[in-house]
């Protein structure tokens, strides 16, 4: 067919097999004609030929459209998703209650009514080797994460094609999405932040990370050496706790963490800070009682993440109880006197 521009080609609906997409437009029109690799096979595609099209002719690509292509079951007239909602290759968006990972997940967090969706909802991220990557977010839930598929798609000289998908369930709010290289692989890196409801000035950056394993972005849980349950791979930029101690003095604890993608590697840097302060001499600074850094290397397995326990929940542990000691038991009073001595026997 040739090179085609966004004033020249008609999409037109070649086959529903896979997906469900009248592709509308080339994306601001900086797309150049690709070949199709012969040995990548798309996941989901659709073709173009003809003539003109509306949305050509209007040099963007309507949300509509992208919703359609990720879909199965997307209404564009009504902007609605019929449930089960289904990505464009038939598997599922989200998880029955019962196969949820409550590792990852937080079982608790309860979903909003469904509304349609809007050009809000769409978030697309241009990749250096010109493909996208795509999170159309089809629902949302009380606790401020957003689920829907997640795509890298790539224009090719029929249309456009989806060479890797999955279901990306993220905190929502001022997300950026990014590929970063681990290894000979890649994964989704999700930028965003998460803001107290009953204080919505107190915010923290949160970074979740999503494997991309072949074809597919697979969310896998964060897990210590031994197995045991982190939770889900999400870093939090920044934590503080402070706790009074059974002497009265009060204990903050302050964490600063840092995700870096270093020669291959995930990399967790972590710094804990910890102050006391007298609450009898409000005058005097906090003192620093102790401080810690450590790097934690974040391994990618079958079935996990898995990386060394949080120094975080280490310091905590070690520095902040405030469980009040018993007092030691008195010595046994042998002669039953409660002196606490044993009194010689009389003579005699």
């Not at 037109?12 to 009248?22: E, G, N, Q």
């Not at 592709?23 to 096979?41: F, T, Y």
């Not at 697309?124 to 997640?150: H, M, S, Y």
Request: hydrophobic share 35%.
């Amino acid at each position: 067919m040739g090179c085609y521009t966004p004033a020249a080609v008609r999409f037109v609906l070649r086959s529903r097999t896979v997906a469900v997409l009248a592709l509308a437009s080339l994306a601001g029109s900086a797309v150049a004609c690709k070949k199709d690799g012969p040995s990548e096979l798309p996941l989901c595609k659709e073709e173009v030929a003809g003539k003109k099209a509306e949305e050509v002719a209007s040099g963007t690509v309507p949300p509509g459209i992208w919703f359609q292509f990720l879909l199965k079951n997307f209404d564009r007239n009504t902007m609605t998703l019929k449930t089960p909602a289904q990505d464009c290759t038939g598997r599922m968006i989200e998880p029955k209650e019962e196969q949820i990972d409550t590792c990852i997940y937080d079982a608790e967090a309860q979903k909003l009514p469904e509304r349609p969706r809007t050009e809000d909802d769409l978030l697309i991220e241009p990749l250096d080797d010109g493909r996208q990557l795509v999170w159309a977010k089809t629902a949302e839930f009380d606790n401020g994460e957003a689920v829907g598929p997640i795509a890298i798609t790539e224009w090719t000289s029929r249309g456009v094609v989806a060479r890797a998908i999955g279901t990306l369930r993220a905190q929502a709010d001022r997300a950026s999405i990014r590929l970063e290289t681990v290894g000979a692989d890649e994964m989704l890196v999700v930028e965003s932040r998460r803001c107290d409801p009953d204080d919505p000035k107190n915010c923290s950056r949160r970074v979740r990370l999503v494997p991309l394993s072949g074809d597919m972005f697979t969310d896998k849980p964060l897990r210590t050496e031994d197995g045991t349950c982190i939770g889900a791979a999400e870093v939090t930029n920044f934590e503080e706790k402070t706790v009074t101690l059974d002497n009265g003095i009060e204990r903050s604890f302050e964490v600063a963490r840092s995700v870096d993608f270093e020669e291959g590697a995930v990399v967790i840097n972590e710094q804990v800070t910890i102050k006391d302060k007298d609450p009898t001499q409000p005058d005097l600074p906090a003192k620093l009682f102790r401080r810690a850094v450590v790097q934690r290397v974040l391994n990618v397995g079958t079935d996990a993440i898995v990386t060394s326990s949080s120094l975080w929940e280490d310091m905590i542990s070690e520095h902040g109880s405030v469980e009040v000691k018993p007092e030691p038991e008195p010595a046994p009073d042998g002669d039953g006197d409660g002196d606490g001595d044993d009194d010689a026997p009389a003579d005699g």
